[in-house]
C-alpha cells in the first residue's frame, strides 16, 4: 500500500470510538506527565516531613544484633538507678551501661513463641521496701511479670543472656476479658507508697486487643487483687471528672506524675496522651486526631513517655519518628526533637524513652539502639517525677 | 526503495537502542543488589558461607512442604476459575471479576477471616482457653492453616489462568461426548480432569513457586520457611554481618536463577517452533460454562475478597477513623500512589521495548529481550524481603545512609527499582505475547520491509496491542501500591506507604486501620484492576 494511503488509513480509523491520532496524541501526553510528576516527586518522596531536626546526640547505645548489648528491634526501656533495662523482639531483657553500652545482665523471657513482651517498667518491689523490680508486660501471654532486681546473681554471668529468668516475684492477669483478666498487656506502673510495710499500694496495667483500658489491682493482704478498671476499646472523649465514656485504641504506655498525683496514658492509636486522677477519673486529654496536621502539636502514635519534674512530660512518637516535649498543664508542645533516618541523631519508629541523670535515653528501635541527647529540663528539675517513692503522697 | 532504506535504518537503531535499554534495565535489576550481596559474601568467606547455607535446610523442608501444600489447594480451588475463563460467551467478562484478587493484597483473605478467631469472639476464646488448658499448639497451628488457605484462595486466580490455557483447547467432541456418555456431572469433570491432569499440575507448579517466597501471611503466623527465617534473621543482623544471612539465603536466589533460566530456555523454544509453525492461540472453549462452574468460581472469589472485606468491615468500630485515613495519612497515600504510577510507567515501557525486541527481526534484540525477560523473572521468583534486603545494602553502600535530598532520592529510586525487580517481569510477558500474536502474514519474508519500519511497527502491531502492556502496567502498579515485602525492607524512615501502614496495622491489632487500608486498597484498585484485565482480556482474544 501507498505509504501515503496508509498513513491516512492510520490516522482516520477510530479506536474504541475515539480517533487513533487522538488517542496517541493523548498517550503521550499523558505518558509524559506521569514520567515528569514521578521524577518530580521521587526526590519528594524520600525526604522525611520536617521535625525538630537532628538530636544533638551524645550517646549511641547498642547495634543490630543478638548478642549481649545488641538489640532486635527493642520495645520498652526504663531506668534503674544509672543503668538502663530494655526488652527487645527476641524477648530479652537486658540490663545496659548508658555510658558505655556495656551488657551488665539479663535474661530471655521464659515463654515467647506467641509473642514478645512490649513494655517494660522499674519501680518500687511490690513487697520488699528500697528494693527495686522490674515489671514485665509479657504482651502475648497475657500476664505481668514482675522480676527482681538488681540481677546480682546474673550480673556474674554477664557475658550472656541467661536463657532461663530469675523466679518471678508476682504474676498478674491472665487471658480474658473480665476483670482482672488481660487480652494483650502493653504496660505495668506501681504506685509507691510511703507506709514501709506496702511499698507499692497500686499496680496500674494497660491492655489492648478489643479490651483497651487500664486495670488497677490494689494491695490487699500478701496480694494485689483488681480493685477496678476504667476505659473501653473506641475512639470516645468521655467526661473530665468522671471514668464514665473514657476510651481508648492501644493504650501503649504509662507514667505517674509524683508531683500531680496524676496517671498519664498514651493513647497510642488515638493519637493523643490522657491525663488521669489516680483513681482513674479523666482530667483531660492532650492531642488527638483532630490536632494531626495541626502544628505544633501533633502526636503521630505516642508509644513512650517519660514525665519530668518541672511539668513537662517526654513522649516518643511512633508514627513521627521524634519526640515531643509537651507542657502536661496547658496541653501544648514546648520542643520536638529529632527526625526520620538512620543517621545519628535521627529516629526511626522510637517505641520507649527514659531519663538517667541528664540525659534522656530514646528506643530508637527501627535502628536498633538507643540515642541519648541533654534533657531539655532545667538542672533543678532533670529527674523523672514519682520515682522510687520520692514526692508521693500516696493514694 | 529509498524509502524503505531510510526505515530499515531507521528500524536498525530503534533496536539498537531498545536492546541498550533492555540490557541497562537487567543490569540495573541484577546488578545494582548484586554488587552488594556478593560484597557481602566476599568478606564472609567461603567455608562460613557454606556453613551457614547448610543451617537451613530444615526451613526449606518447611518451605517446599508449604508451597507444596499451596500449591495443590489453589489448584484444586482454582479449576472453576479457569473454566470461566476459558468459556465462551458473556459469562467469560465475569473473568475480569474472577481475577481481580490477585492484584489485590494477599492479606486479605488472613486478616478477614482471622477475625473469627480474634480475642473477643467465641472461637478467639475457646483457641486461648484450650492453649490455656495445654494445648498450647493450637493457637500456633490455627494461626498457620489460616495462612496456607488465605494464600491458596489468593493464589487460586492464578492457577485458574494456567488451567485455561489448556481448557480453551479442550476439543467441542470431547465435552459433548462427555455429556452424552454420562449423566453425572462429577464423573464429567473427573474426565476433564483426567484430560487435563498436566495442565493442573502445572498451575499448582506455579503457584507453588510463587509460595517459596516471602508471602506476608505466611510471617504473620510465624511459619518457618525458608524466606520466614531470612526475614527474620535479616530483621536481627547489621549490615556488616549480613554476609552470613546471604548465604543462607543462597539456595532461594539460585532456585529462582534456575527455574528463569529454565523457563527461558523452554519458553523461547515453544514460541520459535510456534512461529514456525504459524501456530494460533485458542480462542476459548466452545461451550459456555455451567453454572455450576460458575457458582463454584464465584464461591471462592468471595473465600478469597467479599467475605473477608465484610468480616474486617463488621469489625469497625469507628468509621470516622476510616473515613479520614486518607486525610491522615496523606503523605503515605500519596507516597504510594506516586511510587506506584512511577512503576507502571516503567512496566509499561519494558512492555513496549520488549514487544519490539522479541518481534525484531535482528538476533541482538531477540537476545536483549530474552535476557531482560531472564532477568526479570528471576527477580520476581526471588522472595521480596531478598530483594528489598539486596536494595538496601546496595542503597547503604552508594551513599544513601548519608542523608539529606542525595539519600531521600537514591531512596525512593531503590524502592522503585526493587518494584520493578518485582512485579516489571509482567511488562516482559505482555511485550513477549503482544509479538507472539503478530498476524502470520506480518511475519512472512515477503512483509518484512512492512515490519521493519517503526512506524508500521507501531501501525500493524503495537496499536493492536497496547492494551496487553497497558494491562501489564495497571496490574504492576496495584501490587505496588500495597506490596510489603521488599517495601519493609528497602524504604527509609520517614514518610509512611500504606504498604508499611498495612503491616502495623496486623501486627499491632490496628483493625479499624487495618480495614481502613484494605478498603482503600480494594477501592481504588479494584475499577483500575477490573479496566486492566478486560483490556488484556479483550485484546488477547483478537
Known amino acids: 500500500m501507498h505509504a501515503a494511503a496508509r498513513r491516512t488509513l492510520f490516522w482516520n480509523a477510530n479506536w474504541f470510538g475515539v480517533s487513533r491520532r487522538v488517542a496517541h ?23 522525611a516531613p520536617a521535625r525538630g531536626g537532628p538530636l544533638e546526640t551524645s550517646v549511641v547505645i547498642g547495634e543490630t544484633g543478638r548478642f549481649p548489648g545488641q538489640f532486635a528491634y527493642p520495645r520498652a526501656i526504663d531506668a534503674h538507678g544509672s543503668s538502663l533495662v530494655i526488652v527487645d523482639k527476641s524477648a530479652r531483657v537486658q540490663r545496659i551501661d548508658p555510658g558505655t553500652g556495656v551488657f551488665l545482665g539479663g535474661w530471655a523471657m521464659p515463654e515467647s513463641d506467641l509473642g514478645k513482651p512490649t513494655g517494660i517498667t522499674v519501680g518500687p518491689h511490690p513487697f520488699d521496701a528500697g528494693v527495686e523490680a522490674v515489671y514485665v508486660a509479657d504482651t502475648h501471654y497475657h500476664r505481668v511479670m514482675v522480676y527482681p532486681l538488681p540481677l546480682d546473681a546474673l550480673e556474674k554471668t554477664s557475658r550472656r543472656v541467661a536463657e532461663t529468668p ?74 473530665p471528672g468522671s471514668r464514665e465514656g473514657v476510651m481508648f485504641h492501644r493504650p501503649q ?106 540525659t534522656v535515653y530514646v528506643l530508637d528501635s527501627g535502628n536498633d539502639r538507643v540515642q541519648g541527647f541533654r534533657s531539655p529540663a532545667p538542672a533543678a528539675d532533670l529527674a523523672e517525677a514519682g520515682r522510687n517513692g520520692e514526692g508521693w503522697a500516696g493514694p | 526503495m529509498g524509502e524503505s532504506r531510510g526505515g530499515t535504518a531507521r528500524a536498525a537503531w ?76 458473556r459469562i467469560r467478562a465475569l473473568a475480569v471479576v474472577l481475577l481481580m484478587p490477585l492484584v489485590l493484597p494477599q492479606t486479605i483473605a488472613f486478616a ?49 489462568v494456567v488451567q485455561a490455557v489448556a481448557f480453551a483447547s479442550t476439543p467441542r467432541a470431547l465435552i459433548e461426548q462427555g455429556r452424552l456418555s454420562s449423566p453425572s456431572v462429577l464423573r464429567r469433570w473427573a474426565l476433564l480432569m483426567r484430560v487435563h491432569a498436566g495442565a493442573i499440575g502445572l498451575s499448582a507448579a506455579v503457584v507453588g513457586m510463587l509460595m517459596l517466597g ?62 514456525a509453525r504459524g501456530d494460533q492461540v485458542a480462542g476459548g472453549l466452545g461451550v459456555r460454562a455451567s453454572g455450576g462452574a460458575v457458582g463454584l468460581a464465584c464461591a471462592a472469589w468471595c473465600c478469597a475478597f467479599l ?93 544513601g545512609s548519608s542523608g539529606g535530598s542525595f539519600g531521600g532520592s537514591l531512596g525512593s529510586v531503590s524502592v522503585i527499582l ?48 497496547l492494551l496487553l502492556p497497558v494491562g501489564a502496567a495497571i496490574a504492576s502498579a496495584c501490587l505496588t501500591l500495597h506490596e510489603i515485602e521488599a517495601s519493609v525492607m528497602v524504604r527509609p524512615p520517614g514518610p509512611d506507604n500504606l504498604a508499611r501502614l498495612m503491616l502495623d496495622a496486623l501486627h499491632f491489632a490496628r483493625m479499624d486501620e487495618l480495614a481502613a487500608v484494605i478498603l482503600l486498597v480494594a477501592a481504588a484498585a479494584a475499577p483500575i484492576a477490573a479496566a486492566g484485565m478486560w483490556a488484556v482480556l479483550a485484546s488477547s482474544r483478537k
Do not use: K
Open chain 1, 25 to 47: 496524541i493523548a498517550g503521550f501526553v499523558a505518558l509524559l506527565v506521569a514520567l515528569m510528576s514521578g521524577v518530580a516527586l521521587v526526590p519528594g518522596c524520600g525526604d
Open chain 1, 166 to 239: 530469675p523466679e518471678p516475684i508476682l504474676t498478674l492477669g491472665g487471658y480474658g476479658t473480665e476483670d482482672g483478666s488481660f487480652v494483650y498487656v502493653t504496660d505495668a506502673a506501681p504506685l509507691p507508697s510511703a507506709d514501709p510495710a506496702r511499698p507499692v499500694s497500686r499496680i496500674y496495667v494497660s491492655e489492648y486487643g478489643g479490651n483497651d483500658r487500664v486495670s488497677v489491682f490494689e494491695r490487699v493482704g500478701d496480694g494485689f487483687e483488681f480493685a477496678f478498671a476504667f476505659g473501653t476499646p473506641g475512639h470516645g472523649d468521655g467526661t
Open chain 2, 418 to 465: 526493587s518494584m520493578l525487580a518485582r512485579f516489571g517481569v509482567l511488562g516482559a510477558f505482555a511485550g513477549l505475547w503482544m509479538a507472539w500474536r503478530e498476524d502470520a502474514s506480518l511475519r512472512a519474508d515477503g512483509a518484512l520491509h512492512v515490519r521493519d519500519t517503526v512506524r508500521a511497527w507501531w501501525v500493524f502491531v503495537l496499536s493492536r496491542r
Open chain 2, 14 to 89: 530503534a533496536d539498537g537502542l531498545t536492546a541498550a535499554g533492555l540490557v541497562a534495565t537487567a543490569l540495573l535489576v541484577l546488578g545494582v543488589p548484586g554488587v552488594g550481596i556478593v560484597r557481602s559474601l566476599a568478606m564472609l568467606g567461603l567455608g562460613a558461607a557454606l556453613d551457614a547455607a547448610g543451617t537451613v535446610v530444615g526451613p526449606l523442608v518447611v518451605s517446599a512442604l508449604t508451597a507444596a501444600g499451596i500449591g495443590v489447594l489453589a489448584a484444586a480451588i482454582g479449576v472453576p476459575i479457569g473454566w470461566v475463563i476459558a468459556s465462551a460467551g
Open chain 1, 253 to 358: 504506655s504509662l507514667a505517674l506524675d509524683g508531683d500531680r498525683g496524676e496517671l498519664l496514658v498514651t493513647d497510642a492509636s488515638n493519637h493523643r496522651v490522657g491525663r488521669f486522677t489516680l483513681d482513674g477519673e479523666l482530667i483531660g486529654w492532650i492531642g488527638g486526631v483532630d490536632a494531626v496536621g495541626v502544628e505544633p502539636l501533633e502526636l503521630r502514635y505516642p508509644y513512650g513517655i517519660a514525665v519530668l519534674r518541672d511539668g513537662t512530660a517526654l513522649v516518643s512518637e511512633f508514627g513521627g519518628n521524634c519526640v515531643r516535649r509537651i507542657d502536661i498543664e496547658t496541653g501544648t508542645s514546648v520542643g520536638v526533637y529529632g527526625e526520620a533516618g538512620r543517621l545519628e541523631g535521627q529516629l526511626a519508629s522510637p517505641w520507649g524513652i527514659a531519663v538517667v541523670d541528664r
Open chain 2, 214 to 275: 516471602s508471602a506476608v501471611p505466611l510471617h504473620l503466623s510465624n511459619l518457618p520457611t525458608h524466606a520466614t527465617v531470612i526475614w527474620l534473621e535479616l530483621t536481627e543482623t547489621s549490615l556488616a554481618e549480613r554476609g552470613r544471612v546471604w548465604a543462607a539465603a543462597s539456595p532461594a536466589v539460585l532456585l529462582a536463577g534456575v527455574l528463569a533460566v529454565a523457563m527461558v530456555a523452554s519458553m523461547s523454544h515453544a514460541v520459535r517452533g510456534s512461529v
Open chain 2, 307 to 399: 467475605v473477608p472485606v465484610l468480616l474486617l468491615a463488621v469489625t469497625v468500630r469507628d468509621w470516622a477513623v476510616v473515613f479520614r485515613f486518607p486525610r491522615f495519612h496523606a503523605d503515605a497515600v500519596w507516597s504510594s500512589l506516586a511510587t506506584s504510577g512511577v512503576v507502571g510507567v516503567l512496566v509499561l515501557l519494558v512492555g513496549v521495548a520488549c514487544g519490539r525486541a522479541f518481534g525484531s527481526p535482528r538476533r541482538f534484540a531477540r537476545v536483549a529481550a530474552w535476557l531482560v525477560f531472564g532477568a526479570l523473572l528471576a527477580t520476581a521468583l526471588t522472595p521480596g524481603v531478598l530483594i528489598g534486603a539486596a536494595m538496601n545494602t546496595a542503597y547503604g553502600s552508594l551513599g
Open chain 2, 112 to 160: 478477614g477471616w482471622g477475625v473469627l478467631r480474634s480475642p473477643e469472639t467465641m472461637l478467639g476464646n475457646a483457641i486461648v482457653g484450650a492453649a490455656q488448658d495445654g494445648a498450647r499448639w493450637l493457637p500456633i497451628v490455627v494461626s498457620r492453616g489460616l495462612a496456607v488457605l488465605g494464600l491458596a484462595f489468593w493464589a487460586a486466580p492464578l492457577a485458574g
